[in-house]
């Protein structure tokens, strides 16, 4: 190991050089990266403030916001440019939608619903170098500390298995990377060269489409995605008081039917036994309950906003109607 008290970190301001002397260590002890990774990476990262003022949470209110409706969430990814984007997209890539989805038994549409949300198909995967993304990160936010400094180590693995300097990884200002956003270490858990046996490398998230599909599709399998299974059905409730006393955890079927909810369709394909949670979503209407079947965790899983899977699932049907 290799960390002398004198090490200088010259990216990074005065206040955090403590702190990577201290990073520089643990990357070698914890994560067991050699000194010659270690040292040069963070000598030549830079501090990066912008990432770290989008990734700082707001400052406790006495009055604290009202939560943000879904139906405004939704309405942000479901605009006509974008559902235009996804029908090109389609038409461009069907064939290797169809092949991959036949694979892994996710629904294109749910994975087209994702790269719309994540990256617009591709059009915006983020210009953040990632190494100092996850180094900033990991210093400024001392509550995610353990988080970012492992991304940042999974970084550095991530680039000598693509066998590229690690300055050249561009992703968000969280250090997510690709057409499908995935961490440094999703991204060498789950990344999928289409097609090739185990063991062919590492595929390229950023251009390669039929890999980024593949890749999506194994993260979501790994979070439980069940083939031919529904994400959300709306529920119908006899009584909106006792339904809310539900909104905790999940529930099978059968116990949901006893305090009067019931999928308003869609319920031939379900088993009694099912595990669902049940929400309450903002509407253009108002709010509305649905049941989330193990699917729809599968896509929090990819990301643990409510909004966000109800909004996969929401475009995923809007597209699929106009592709007919």
């Keep these: ?34 000194a010659r990774v270690v040292i040069p990476a963070l000598q030549n990262a830079q501090f990066n403030a912008r990432a770290l003022a989008l990734m700082t949470p707001p400052p406790p209110s006495a009055t604290p916001r009202p939560p943000y409706p879904w139906w405004r969430y939704r309405n942000r990814f479901l605009q006509e440019d974008r559902i235009q984007k996804g029908i090109h997209f389609w038409q461009e ?10 694979k892994y038994g996710v629904s294109p549409y749910i994975l087209m619903g994702i790269l719309n949300i994540e990256t617009g198909f591709g059009a915006f995967q983020g210009n953040f170098p990632v190494l100092d993304a996850n180094l900033s990160l990991a210093a400024g936010l001392p509550t995610r500390r353990n988080f970012f400094l492992y991304q940042t180590a ?18 968000s200002e969280a250090g997510a990377m690709g057409m499908s956003q995935f961490l440094a270490s999703s991204y060498l858990q789950y990344g999928t060269v289409w097609n090739d046996p185990p063991g062919e490398g590492l595929p390229d998230l950023w ?21 031919g299974q529904p994400v959300l059905l709306p529920a119908t409730v006899s009584s909106p008081v006792l339904a809310k006393s539900l909104l905790q955890g999940r529930h099978s079927l059968a116990t949901l039917a006893r305090f ?12 009694g036994s099912m595990l669902v949670g049940l929400l309450q979503l903002q509407t253009e209407e108002g709010p509305r309950f649905y049941l989330a079947c193990p699917n729809f965790y599968a896509l929090m899983g990819y990301n643990p906003s409510i909004n966000y899977s109800a909004t996969v699932w929401a475009y995923a049907n809007a597209l699929q109607a106009r592709l007919g």
């Design 260 to 271: 009067g909810v019931r999928p308003s369709n869609g319920a031939s394909i379900l088993s």
């Design 207 to 227: 251009r390669s489409v039929p890999d980024v599909l593949a890749s999506t599709s194994r993260f979501l399998l790994a979070h439980g995605w069940q083939a």
């Design 1 to 34: 190991m290799y960390c002398p008290q004198d090490l200088q970190f010259p990216g990074f301001p005065a206040r955090y050089q403590e702190t990577l002397r201290h990073f520089a260590c643990q990357l070698q002890t914890q994560y067991g990266l050699p």
């Design 154 to 171: 999974e970084t550095l693995k991530l680039a000598a298995r693509l066998g590229v300097p690690v300055n050249t990884l561009r992703g």
């Design 93 to 102: 890539h069907a064939q290797i939608m169809e092949q991959v989805s036949r």
